[in-house]
């Protein structure tokens, strides 16, 4: 059952429910319009809703006999924890306090109730435990045991919070304004904990927020938390039956969209403004889901400065408090989760933002407003803060340059540190300071200089070595990698002299030739350098230390780069963790969750890519401005998630976006042009408009070959993309040669074991395929499936892919036995990964033509009428 006809059943039973039971048999049979079978689910439902007597109707003591008494002998022991008495009962199960002698610990014990009926609820259970175990805060209640009885019905000791829900405390304690939210700010930080696990918790509202009698916030209750793995196995989503509460769940959840951190922020919002009102900001009493998220997209809620004025006894604070206030709350309840807080960090900034009387990030930038604020914390200090403002801006915009910490010796440091930015100030001031910046300086121009600058600071080697990597960094940038390689060489090699083989700097040397050699393509050597930076690092920082974090994640963009996705992802995750408790810079937190973001997209798991891509945007906007490469970066990679769901014309919309934002910033003929020319063009073949795609492509192969003098990952791609083109327009030998040729750079470049080189052979044998030689096609589709066993440890996007092609092949010589399973295999996967793409639709296809051609009708009938879209792979 899809979710639309569930939701038909839910509609009609409903409003029948409300007739006279006389009436309700005629007006189901109206209602179904001919449709015997939907007539009678919903009668089947009126008659057990008649019945009564349902397990969730029993008063909550019958629940507890009915489901451990009866089920279990006397004395019933959930492991060494003994029960004394329920606490409460939710959709998943009853809650119990039990005690373990032994240890003399009292544990709340959730026991799934009703177990043998559904597998999907053992296993939202079971996903519950597993997530549990993950997370370690002090604002979470923590997992200590799980088992089973002796029937096979699962529990979990959880540990028990001894306190009140997180309005009913405030109801009783009647705490002030800050004492709420710092209330707030706390629960946010249990929320962020588990985000950073990659866990959304889908189910805030207050019930599962308790509060300790000394005020400590614990968040309970992960029954329908989701983890963003792509192993998941049920997902929720796709059915009608889809578990939340309808007054705080976000207008995604409400209409059965894919989730993210987003909802959970929304969430947030709506408790900040229970928090603050005492009341809801929309009245969802007795509507349905649907009503709910239409009010919701349509009305704006109230604001809470108004709310509260309404409100006998409620909160009392200023109109300038009141403004910030509004703004908090109704910025986390955007319903475009675009415009609502990134994530739940960014809502926590801004809370500390009100408590310090600091300007919120969320406000609009009226000057009146930042300027009030500013001056009142500043009054002394004005003057001087705004020219620091400036130097920190001159130096971002024209320099990408970061002073190391002060070391030792510190007043040798500081004499260092000063003649360095002495050193930048000179070069983007033209070498006089009084004249200000040479605006017709060429920026080669006066890289060349600096470097003839460097140069001459023979007699200061350390602040010499600093500037070349410095300046090394921005030829690799510029594409000049000959210059480059030359000067973080020479820095490389005076640093270790000066300092030996195990040092900070020497490791921050190694990891700017990573990043050159990672340009250039030579991923093995970049690899190489990185990790033994990485490993230098881990041995003279102290742990946790933010440099750890920064080799961490240059390491996990390489291994992503090689094809190696499970442990790029696994140590890119880790690198977040670290950077979130080290208090690492926005920026640096934000580079390592784009990297990952990257790396789950290349990995084919969308769902947590477009998370991660769509939180960037807004903080990258924030930082650089709209008009900046890095906001056209994100704009890209939303175009990017929209082309691998087969939505070709959003992505066209996507990437001109993009692609007149990096124009404008860096023109036409800049190397770094070629990635946004690459992603357009290969949008437009997708549409058929092979002519400006072939204009396209060819700039953007110009480009990449004129930077790249050898095999370079960027020239395979495009050559990959022209291909591609040649096959739209059914050139196939042309498309052959294309692919070949990306392949062999592609094998030079990885070596023969490589997801891409998998991927080039599977390019190869589908231009066999349009050709009808379906025996050299087979055998390149199984050549690139073997490839793909070798270096991909779960079925994605590129397995499913290819098996589609060769269970098509196999079909067109009737080979049917042999098609059904690799089409089988092929949709499964299509459908958990890419419902919406061409092979989904096409693999389905041709299952239909197979169950038909083997006589299996009605196989052929469930693919026919999509009865499978929503099937467990």
């Known amino acids: 059952m899809d979710a639309v006809r569930w939701q038909r059943i839910q509609t009609i039973f409903h409003q029948a429910a409300d007739l006279p039971p006389a009436s309700r048999g005629a007006f189901v049979d109206a209602e179904s319009a001919g449709d015997a079978e939907l007539a009678h689910d919903v009668k089947r439902l009126l008659d057990a809703d008649a019945e009564g007597g349902a397990i ?103 540990e028990y919070v001894d306190g009140l829900n997180l309005v009913d405390y405030c109801r009783q304690h009647t705490p002030t304004l800050r004492e709420r939210l710092r209330l707030f700010r706390d629960v946010c930080d249990a929320v962020g904990h588990a985000h950073r696990h990659l866990i959304v918790h889908r189910d805030l509202k207050p019930s599962n927020i308790l ?37 705080y769940a976000a207008p995604e959840q409400l209409r059965g969209e894919p989730i993210g951190v987003h909802t959970d922020v929304y969430t947030l919002g709506v408790v900040l403004y229970e928090l603050l009102t005492g009341r809801l900001p929309f009245d969802v009493a007795r509507s349905t889901p649907e009503e709910v998220a239409t009010r919701i997209m349509s009305t704006e809620p109230e604001r809470p400065s108004q709310a509260v004025r309404d409100t006998p006894g409620g909160l009392v604070a200023n109109a300038a408090a009141w403004a910030d206030l509004d703004v908090m709350c109704l910025t986390a309840m955007r319903p475009d989760a675009a415009r609502r807080y990134a994530t739940v960090e960014a809502l926590v900034r801004d809370v500390d933002h009100f408590l310090n009387g600091e300007p919120l990030d969320a406000r609009p930038e009226g000057t009146r407003y930042r300027l ?71 920026v080669l121009t006066m890289l060349d200089r600096g470097v003839s600058a460097a140069r001459a600071l023979d007699n200061d080697r350390a602040t010499q070595a600093d500037m070349l990597v410095t300046l090394g960094g921005v030829y690799t940038k510029l594409g000049r990698y000959d210059r480059a390689d030359s000067l973080l060489n020479a820095s490389l090699t005076t640093r270790r002299t000066l300092f030996g083989q195990d040092n900070p700097d020497v490791a921050a040397s190694l990891l700017a030739l990573a990043t050159l050699r990672e340009e250039q393509g030579n991923l093995a050597e970049a690899e190489k350098s990185a990790r033994q930076a990485m490993d230098m690092l881990r041995r003279v920082r102290p742990p946790g230390h933010p440099d750890v974090a920064k080799a961490m994640t240059i390491v996990g963009r390489i291994l992503q780069e090689r094809g190696d996705t499970e442990h790029a992802i696994a140590l890119l995750q880790d690198a977040i963790k670290l950077e979130s408790l080290a208090g690492a810079e926005e920026r640096d937190l934000t580079t390592t969750l784009q990297t990952l973001a990257v790396t789950y997209f290349t990995a084919g798991q969308l769902p947590q890519a477009d998370s991660l891509y769509r939180a960037e945007l807004v903080i990258d906007r924030r930082i650089f401005g709209e008009r900046h490469p890095q906001a056209a970066s994100d ?183 042999d098609a059904e399973p690799e089409l089988r295999t092929a949709y499964e996967i299509m459908n958990k990964q890419a419902p919406a793409s061409e092979w989904a639709a096409s693999s389905r296809e041709d299952l239909v033509a197979t169950y038909t051609a083997l006589g299996r009708a009605d196989e052929a009938q469930k693919y026919r009428t999509g009865a499978v879209a929503a099937a467990k792979p």
């Open 372 to 442: 009030g604020k500013f001056a009142r914390r500043h009054r002394a200090a004005l003057a001087s803060a705004a020219a620091v403002v400036v130097l920190i801006i001159g130096l971002v915009t024209f320099y990408t340059i970061r002073l190391a910490a002060a070391r030792d010796a510190a007043v040798a440091e500081a004499a260092r540190k000063d003649r360095i930015e002495r050193f930048t100030l000179d070069l983007f001031n033209g070498g006089d300071e009084e004249q200000g910046p040479a605006d017709s300086l060429r």
């Open 56 to 158: 969730i109707d029993e008063p909550l003591a019958r629940v507890a006999k009915d489901i451990v008494v009866d089920l279990a002998p006397p004395g019933v022991m959930f492991g060494p924890y003994r029960p004394q008495r329920p606490l409460g009962e939710g959709g998943m199960g009853v809650v119990y306090l039990a005690e373990r002698s032994d240890l003399h610990v009292r544990a709340a014990v959730k026991v799934l109730r009703d177990a043998w009926l559904s597998p999907a609820r053992r296993d939202r259970f079971a996903a519950e435990q597993r997530m549990l175990a993950q997370l370690n805060h002090p604002g979470i209640a923590r997992l200590y045991d799980a088992g089973t009885l002796g029937d096979g019905t699962p529990w979990i000791a959880m």
């Open 211 to 247: 509060v300790t009698r000394d005020g400590q916030v614990k968040l309970v209750d992960f029954g329908i938390a989701k983890q963003l793995e792509p192993d998941e196995n049920a997902d929720l989503t796709r059915t009608g039956m889809r578990p939340m509460t309808p007054a």
């Open 635 to 817: 704009i890209m990679d939303l175009g990017s998630i929209a082309f691998q769901r087969a939505q070709y014309v959003q992505a066209e919309s996507l990437y001109r976006q993009g692609v007149a934002i990096d124009e404008a910033w860096y023109g036409p003929e800049r190397p770094a042009m070629a990635g946004p020319f690459l992603l357009l063009g290969q949008a437009l073949v997708k549409l058929g408009k092979t002519a400006e795609a072939d204009s396209l492509l060819r700039r953007s192969l110009a480009i990449a070959q004129r930077v790249h003098s050898g095999p370079h990952p960027d020239v395979a791609r495009t050559l990959n993309a022209l291909g591609a083109n040649a096959a739209a327009r059914d050139h196939q030998a042309e498309a052959e040669d294309y692919y070949r040729r990306s392949g062999d750079m592609l094998r030079a470049l990885y070596g023969a074991d490589n997801v891409y080189v998998g991927a080039s052979l599977a390019n190869i044998a589908t231009t066999w395929l349009m050709r009808r030689d379906y025996p050299k096609a087979e055998q390149l589709f199984r050549d690139a499936l073997a490839v793909y066993a070798k270096v991909q440890p779960r079925p994605d996007l590129y397995i499913g892919i290819a098996r589609a092609k060769l269970g098509r092949t196999l079909a067109r010589e009737a080979r049917w036995r």
